[in-house]
Each structure stands twice: as structure tokens, then as C-alpha cells.
């Protein structure tokens, strides 16, 4: 009681937010008691005052003000509050008055208290309520649930049970939302069973929140049979199964199911287009998403947030990005799900430098990020190269409370690994405090594509001892390792042992394998393997195999190989490329002269090599014989002093695969003018001694380049590291860490 008092004295001043509510002849009646009182006035005071009023001498024109009901008047109040204050005084009326003890009115107060965000003051009222209602145990567990605190939600419908109290329509939707949210199957399953047995399996809101239940908790078949059930299915049981299958990865039955429910003449809502754009999405249909987006603008819906964030997603995950920008820059204040859309949509498309710069505005602006946000950036700054990017990634992340986040630090790895530096990558995985499987899978990925097959194998030793089991990504990089290094035997051994763990080889395993066989000289045997597989073999397959054969210059079997890849990718410049380069290889120049018609006829071009070099965090680029960067000349002047240098060195060109109608003298030219070497002679002229350089190639090295590089290497006293589209290449000391096995 005291408690209340001194609520009651600290309210003296604010008492007149209670007059702003009545007619201005009353409120200038009740003035005077207002400012007379001690405390607020009461309302019996307030009742007593307002009764023994004269009334008018006329008592025909005399309309009363109100009639004073107390719930409606307490009612009115509530809903007119805008602030805790304004709670406080209502609260203390209720005491004064002794109408604290009203279900009706502390079950509305227990909602105003909600809406004003004051979760604990709302709390506090119902813990002193003695035996509340249903509805005042709708209320709260309505209001955790709408605040998203689930699993209080989920304790209080608990303490409902225990205390005896039957819920209602309204109790087991908000449940079921909170059971959703956690997810807490089990729980949900057994509010199920109480709905059957309550006798409310026709209520469709009930079914509604099971639908939703089943389908965030990946249980979309039962999710079905419940929707199926529905005698009376509402927009929110259509809009429930769809985005259920949108989300558990059925893009094509939630866009069937949403062409039935415009069958039935239902008008989706803004929730139904977002799932619906969101599948077109997924299965990359542009054409359809663009009537969704139709649809989207006759409803006027084209400024709803959600839709604006799917609209922007779409378009840039099929390419579209500019279009996706201009949705983007719509929006006012783009919230972090539009910025995330839009980095995807950069990082996905080849734009991976406009992606780090949109992820750079973020930070620039103090625009929270999330883990999301930090992994696609993660994801740009390997597509970029740059090392000096990554580690200025890597101390971003080090700043921040990602750092120990086991996602954001998978991406670290393959973005280090991916940028040139293996030892920053081991470094990343070795603070990594909870290893989990993709952990692992990422180091050991990383280590095959730098060429080192033992380290590869001695961390995949290390990971069984962790007792952490491995899938099917950590054979993907373990094949690969033992693919680049040379590692047969091995490899061999350890595409067989995938069945002891329960994994099924998928496409990419059956592509190492032939690609460990080919690249070794085994071509009958990768052939055979081919035969025998499982299953259908797929591009990447027959690839290996047409790569293998134009390393050792089997023309016959290299064409069947060719036959199959146009057969099944007829519009692959790079398998007529190397069906070319393969003829070449043999001086076979009427072949290759078909070769290039045939490329001619179906309007394919070869694509261009180009090299990126990384000078003072910069990125330079490079194509054969490009004579339009600034400082040509000096470049020029250090390739000629390389190739004098390297011929003294005894260095013999490699010219079997270039165009056979040239000079020699011109055949040497070209090879001396391909882009990395470009590439390597500017880094000589523009970094001091001993500066490893650091080059990022388009395509696959040529057997020319790979040759110089390992002797300008040694000739400079530098290392060069080399990414091709394949791995990487560090050349040190006139050596290459690929062994010549590439």
C-alpha cells in the first residue's frame, strides 16, 4: 500500500492528462478538485462532484456530456495512452478506485501495456491479478507472443494448463506462433493432439497457425495434410502452404499451388507475392517473376517493404542488377535485408567490386550489418583477389562480434585460401573454437587448391580424430589435393572409402577421379570409369576427360569426349577451345580451320585471356597484347629484357600450340605478349626487389607461360603466385608448387 502512495504523490503533477479527455464545461467543473486534491481525484470523488451539479433551468435544450461508465471510461483512457506515464496514473486510478480487481479492465490494460512496448510493466499487473481469466491469459501470451519472446509465451501457456484454465480460438493461434518461432516441434505436436481433443479442428484460424507450425518446422507433408483438410480455406491457409514450400526449397509446388488458389478466384495478399517472387527467384524464371511484378504494381503494392526487398532480389539473382539497384535506391532508409539483397546480387553476378563497395557505404553510413551482410561481402572480396582486400576483411572482422561467429569464419578461410595465402586461412581456422564439419571441409578445400595434397590428408586425419565426421564437400577437396598433387594412389583409395561414411558420389567426386586418372596418363582407365558410373556422366565429367586427352594428345578419344560436351553444353565456347587446342597440339590445322567455323556457324567467339596484378592494393588488368596501358613503354622495355634474359638462361619457347602461319620470330611474340606475362613485367617495374607478385588469370595457364614464369621466378628472386581458373601456382626459386602437375 505504501508502494501505491508513493506511486500516487509522484503523479501529483502529471494528474491533468486525465482532463484533456473530458468536455471543456466539465473539465473547467473539475479544475478546481484537481488542483485542490492531495492525489488525482478518485473516481468516487469525481462521481460525487459531477452528481450534485445544478442542472440547467431549461431542461429542454440540456443534452448530457456522457454517461460515466467505468470500463468504458478507463477503456477510452487506455486506448489514448502514449506513454508509461500516462500508464502509471491510469494504474493507480484503478487501485484508488478498487478497480484493480476488473478482469475486464486489467486484461485492457495488460494489452495497452503491450502496445507501448512495456512488457515488464504488463507482466507485473498480471502476476497481481489472483485468478485471471482465459482472457487475461490470452492477453499475455498474445503479447510475448506478438513481441516475439516465444518461449514465454510458450511458459505461461504451460502455467495456464497447470492452473486448469481451458483455452480458447484465440489462445492456441498465438501458442502455435510461438511454437513456430522457437521451433519447438514436440510442443506444437502436442498442442495438436489438445486441439483434437478441444474440438477445435474446423476452426480455421487454429489449422491456419498448424499449417505455419508444420512448414517452419520443415514438416511441410504434414503442413499439407492439414491444408488439405481446410474445408474453409481463408488468404492466410493459402498464403501459409505456399511460403512453407517456398521456404523448404519447393519453389515449383508453391508456385503450383498458388496458380490453384487463383483458380478459386482468391486474391493473394503482399505476404502470398513476396513467397511466389521469391520461387520465380529460386527457379531463376525471370519472365514470370516480371508478371508478378505486374501483378504487384495494379494492387499498389510496389512501395510494401517486403516486396521491394523480393523485387531486388530477383532481378539481381537473374542477372538484372541494375534494375535490382534502382528498386534499392527507392527505398528511403533501405533496412539491412535490402542492403544484404543487393551485395548478393553484386557478388553473385561478376560485380564483386561494387559489392565490396556497397558493403564499404554500410559502414561508411554506421548501417548495422549482420552475419549475412559479412558473408557475402566475404564472398566478393575471393571473387576480387586482392589480398590486400581479404586482410583488410579479415581485421574488420577481427573488430567486430562476428569474429567468433563459425560461419562468417568458414567464409574467412576460403576467402583467404582463395586470395593467395593458405597460412592466413590455417590461421582462421586454428582460432575457430567449435569445428564443425564445413570447417574442416573449407581448410581442407583450401589446401587443394594451392596443390599441397599431404597437407591436405593429414588435417582430413586430424579431423577424424576430432571424431568430427566427414560429407561430401570434404571428399570434393581431398580428391581435388590428391588431383593437383599427383596423389593417385590416394585418391583412388579415398573415393572408395566415401561409402564407409554413407556419402553417394555425385558428379563432381566422378570429375576428380577422371581427372586424377587422365591428368596421370591413365586414359583408358578414366575411360572405363566413365562407362561404369552409376550415373549418366554429366559436363564436368567429360571436361576431365577432353583436358586429360589434350595433355597427352589422344585425338580419337579426346573427340568422343568433345562429341558428348557439345551434345550436352552446345553453347560452351570452352569445349570447342580445347578440342582446338587439342588438334593444335597435333599440328592437325585443318581440324583446328573446322573447329573455328563450326564456332563461327553457332556465333560463339573464344574469350579473352586477361590478367589481374595486385600493385598498392589496386587491381591492374591485362589482356594479350595490350598496348594501352599509361606506362606500355617500360613494360615493353622489361619484357624484352625478360626474354633476352631467360633465353640466355636456356629457356626454348613452347610453340606447338600457336597459330601455324606465322614465324617463328612471330610465333615467340605472341607468346612473349600473353597477358600474365604483361601482368608479371609490370609488377617487376613497379614493386621494389623481393616483392612477391601476385597475379589472378582468367583461363586455364598455357605450358608456355607456366615454363617462363618458373624461371623469371628464380632469374628476379621473387615469388609469383598465379591463380588460373583451375588453382593456384606458387612459383619460387625456379620452381612450381604444382610440380609441373597441373
Known amino acids: 500500500m505504501h508502494l501505491r502512495l508513493s506511486l500516487l504523490r509522484t503523479n501529483i503533477n502529471s494528474s491533468l492528462f486525465f482532463l484533456n479527455f473530458f468536455p471543456p464545461r466539465i473539465r473547467s467543473l473539475i479544475l478546481p478538485t484537481v488542483i485542490s486534491s492531495e492525489f488525482p481525484v478518485t473516481l468516487s470523488k469525481f462521481l460525487n462532484f459531477y452528481s450534485s451539479l445544478p442542472l440547467p433551468l431549461d431542461h429542454s435544450d440540456y443534452t448530457p456530456y456522457f454517461v460515466l461508465d467505468p470500463d468504458s471510461f478507463f477503456s477510452s483512457l487506455l486506448d489514448y495512452s ?12 484503478l487501485v484508488v478506485s478498487g478497480l484493480v480487481e476488473s478482469g475486464f479492465l486489467v486484461t485492457k490494460f495488460v494489452n495497452a501495456s503491450w502496445n507501448l512496448g512495456e512488457i515488464g510493466y504488463a507482466r ?15 492477453a499475455i501470451i498474445r503479447g510475448y507472443s506478438k513481441h516475439d519472446l516465444f518461449e514465454d509465451a510458450m511458459e505461461m501457456y504451460s502455467r495456464m494448463q497447470a492452473l486448469g484454465v481451458s483455452p480458447d480460438g484465440f489462445t492456441l493461434p498465438c501458442v502455435l506462433k510461438a511454437c513456430s518461432g522457437v521451433p519447438a516441434l514436440e510442443v506444437g505436436q502436442r498442442v495438436h493432439g489438445q486441439i483434437f481433443r478441444l474440438g477445435f479442428e474446423s476452426d480455421v484460424f487454429v489449422q491456419n497457425g498448424l499449417v505455419a507450425l508444420y512448414a517452419k518446422c520443415g514438416r511441410i507433408e504434414r503442413a499439407r495434410i492439414v491444408f488439405e483438410g ?3 480455406r481463408n488468404i492466410i491457409s493459402w498464403t501459409s502452404i505456399i511460403s512453407g514450400y517456398a521456404q523448404n526449397g519447393q519453389p515449383m509446388e508453391a508456385l503450383r499451388i498458388f496458380w490453384q488458389m487463383r483458380q478459386w478466384n482468391v486474391k493473394p495478399d503482399w505476404i502470398a507475392l513476396v513467397s511466389v517472387l521469391r520461387s520465380y527467384t529460386d527457379v531463376e524464371d525471370l519472365e514470370q517473376g516480371k508478371s508478378i511484378h505486374g501483378c504487384v504494381v495494379k494492387m499498389g503494392l510496389e512501395y510494401e517493404p517486403d516486396l521491394l526487398i523480393s523485387l531486388t532480389s530477383m532481378y539481381a539473382k537473374c542477372g538484372q542488377v541494375m534494375v535490382a539497384r534502382s528498386f534499392f535506391d527507392q527505398t528511403k532508409i533501405p533496412n539491412v535485408m535490402m542492403w544484404n539483397a543487393m551485395i548478393s546480387g553484386y557478388a553473385k553476378n561478376g560485380y564483386a567490386n561494387e559489392a565490396v563497395g556497397l558493403f564499404q557505404e554500410m559502414i561508411f553510413k554506421n548501417i548495422r550489418t549482420d552475419s549475412i551482410t559479412v558473408r557475402l561481402t566475404i564472398l566478393a572480396c575471393a571473387q576480387v583477389g586482392s589480398l590486400e582486400l581479404a586482410e583488410w576483411m579479415g581485421d574488420y572482422i577481427n573488430k567486430t562480434e562476428y569474429r567468433n561467429d563459425v560461419f562468417v569464419n568458414t567464409a574467412l578461410i576460403d576467402m583467404f585460401a582463395k586470395c593467395g595465402t593458405v597460412d592466413l586461412a590455417h590461421e582462421v581456422f586454428d582460432r575457430t573454437l567449435d569445428k564443425d564439419v564445413v570447417v574442416w571441409s573449407a581448410m581442407i578445400v583450401g589446401y587443394g587448391l594451392h596443390g599441397q595434397g599431404r597437407q591436405a590428408i593429414d588435417l582430413f586425419h586430424a579431423m577424424k580424430q576430432a571424431g568430427v565426421c566427414p560429407n561430401d564437400v570434404t571428399f570434393v577437396g581431398l580428391l581435388t589435393a590428391c588431383n593437383h598433387s599427383g596423389l593417385v594412389e590416394e585418391g583412388w583409395k579415398f573415393f572408395h572409402s566415401m561409402k564407409d561414411y554413407g556419402i553417394e558420389a555425385r558428379h563432381r567426386h566422378y570429375a576428380c577421379v577422371v581427372d586424377l586418372l587422365g591428368r596421370s596418363g591413365h586414359l583408358n582407365e578414366a575411360y572405363d570409369f566413365i562407362m561404369n558410373m552409376p550415373i549418366e556422366p554429366g559436363v564436368s565429367v567429360w571436361g576431365a576427360l577432353l583436358g586429360a586427352c589434350k595433355i597427352y594428345r589422344h585425338v580419337t578419344l579426346g573427340e568422343y569426349a568433345a562429341e558428348q560436351l557439345f551434345s550436352l553444353d552446345p553453347y560452351n565456347t570452352g569445349h570447342y577451345v580445347q578440342l582446338s587446342n587439342l588438334y593444335a597440339s597435333c599440328r592437325l590445322w585443318d581440324r583446328v580451320a573446322k573447329v573455328r567455323i563450326l564456332m563461327r556457324e553457332k556465333g560463339l567467339s573464344k574469350d579473352l585471356g586477361y590478367s589481374l596484378i595486385e600493385i598498392n592494393g589496386k587491381l591492374q588488368a591485362f589482356r594479350v597484347g ?19 634474359r631467360l633465353k640466355e638462361a636456356g629457356f626454348i619457347p613452347h610453340l606447338e600450340s600457336v597459330l601455324h602461319d606465322l614465324n617463328q620470330e612471330e610465333k615467340e611474340e605472341t607468346l612473349c605478349n600473353h597477358s600474365e606475362r604483361l601482368a608479371i613485367a609490370y609488377g617487376l617495374i613497379s614493386t621494389s626487389p623481393g616483392t612477391t607478385l601476385r597475379i589472378t588469370k582468367n583461363l586455364r595457364a598455357c605450358i608456355n607461360c607456366h615454363s617462363a614464369t618458373k624461371l623469371i621466378s628464380k632469374l628476379e628472386n621473387r615469388e609469383i603466385v598465379v591463380r588460373d581458373a583451375n588453382r593456384f601456382h606458387h612459383f619460387k626459386n625456379g620452381v612450381c608448387s604444382c610440380g609441373d602437375y597441373w
Open 230 to 232: 481446410l474445408d474453409d
Open 124 to 138: 507485473k499487473v498480471f502476476d497481481e491479478f489472483p485468478e485471471p481469466s482465459v482472457f487475461l491469459w490470452n
Open 626 to 644: 595490350d598496348k594501352s596501358h599509361p606506362r606500355f613503354r617500360e613494360i615493353s622495355g622489361e619484357l624484352e629484357s625478360l626474354e633476352r
Open 82 to 93: 502514449v506513454h508509461k506515464r500516462h500508464l502509471n496514473q491510469i494504474h493507480a486510478q
